[in-house]
């Protein structure tokens, strides 16, 4: 039985919408290559009825859009990829499916903030600062900074806070102590050890299984904020 999307009450028609595009594919590349060549087949990913307003024969597929991905593990690329773009034609909003391996709102992949994250506890580790420590350890064109590093690190945080009870029902977050005076390295370092996800493993293809299985169930992302759970600008 397929899930339902899950979707907050969005108001009047020409609100832009995101979901997560749920996938098997390696790196954003392979979906890359897989989108230019017509062989992903979005319309029985989302089913015969619209995910926004439930109809049938409703949504159709519009012009697409690209916006640029960048990786830096195993090394920096930097490329434009392609988003499916969807018309619901009963309330006139567009909605998009982002691949799980991007972040709403960023540019660099989920496997480039979270390995960037990992160099940081390294770091840490080793009795130097976590965020310059990260940024010294990455490619020099990447133009990651410190204060990105530490942006990175409040929305994954916020992000497993976030998804905690439903983590909860795969993994035991018993051991998780939830900092009262914000988001830190230990927290996040925590979180990754329950997972079995660390730095000195093949963690790429464990996050990416930790993506697809949260996703899969929920229907959201696991880290950022997507168009329509952000605040309507007045």
Same mark, same amino acid.
């Not at 992949?109 to 979270?114: D, L, R």
């Not at 420590?133 to 064109?141: K, R």
């Given at each position: 039985?397929?899930?339902?999307?899950?979707?907050?009450p969005?108001?009047?028609?020409?609100?832009?919408?995101?979901?997560p595009?749920?996938?098997?594919f390696?790196t954003?590349?392979?979906?890359k290559k897989?989108?230019s060549?017509?062989?992903?087949?979005?319309f029985?990913?989302?089913g015969p009825?619209?995910?926004i307003?439930?109809n049938?024969?409703?949504?159709?597929?519009?012009?697409?859009?690209w916006?640029?991905?960048i990786?830096?593990f195993?090394?920096?690329?930097?490329d434009?990829?392609?988003?499916a773009? =969807?018309?619901c034609?009963?309330?006139?909003?567009?909605?998009?499916l +982002?691949?799980?391996q #991007?972040i709403? %709102?960023?540019?660099y992949?989920?496997?480039?903030?979270?390995g960037?994250?990992?160099?940081?506890?390294?770091?840490?580790?080793m009795?130097?600062t976590?965020f310059c420590?990260?940024?010294?350890?990455?490619?020099?064109?990447s133009?990651?900074t410190?204060?990105l590093?530490i942006c990175w690190?409040?929305i994954?945080?916020?992000?497993?806070r976030?998804?905690h009870a439903?983590?909860?029902?795969?993994?035991?977050?018993?051991?998780i102590?939830?900092s009262?005076?914000?988001?830190?390295?230990?927290?996040?370092a925590d979180y990754?050890?329950? =997972?079995?996800?660390?730095?000195?493993t093949k963690w790429?293809p464990? +996050?990416?299984?930790l #993506?697809?299985? %949260?996703?899969?169930t929920t229907k959201?992302?696991?880290?950022?904020t997507p168009?329509?759970?952000?605040?309507a600008?007045?």
């Open positions: 039985m397929r899930k339902p999307w899950t979707l907050p969005c108001g009047q028609g020409g609100r832009k919408i995101q979901f595009y749920v996938n098997n390696e954003i590349w392979e979906y897989a989108f060549l017509g062989r992903i087949d979005f029985d990913y989302i009825a619209c995910p307003c439930g049938l024969d409703c949504y159709k597929e519009i012009e697409d859009y916006r640029y991905a990786d830096l195993p090394e920096f690329m930097k434009p990829v392609p988003i773009r =969807f018309l034609q009963t309330r006139r909003s567009t909605f998009s +982002l691949p799980i #991007l709403p %709102y960023f540019q992949t989920v496997n480039a903030v979270i960037t994250l990992f160099l940081g506890v390294s770091c840490r580790r009795g130097q976590g420590g990260a940024e010294a350890s990455v490619d020099p064109e133009n990651v410190a204060w590093v690190l409040m994954v945080v916020t992000g497993l976030r998804s439903e983590l909860m029902r795969v993994y035991d977050l018993g051991c102590q939830i009262g005076t914000g988001v830190t390295w230990q927290e996040f990754f050890v329950v =997972f079995g996800i660390a730095p000195e790429r464990l +996050l990416h299984a #993506l697809y299985r %949260y996703s899969h959201l992302f696991l880290f950022g168009s329509q759970s952000r605040l600008k007045v």
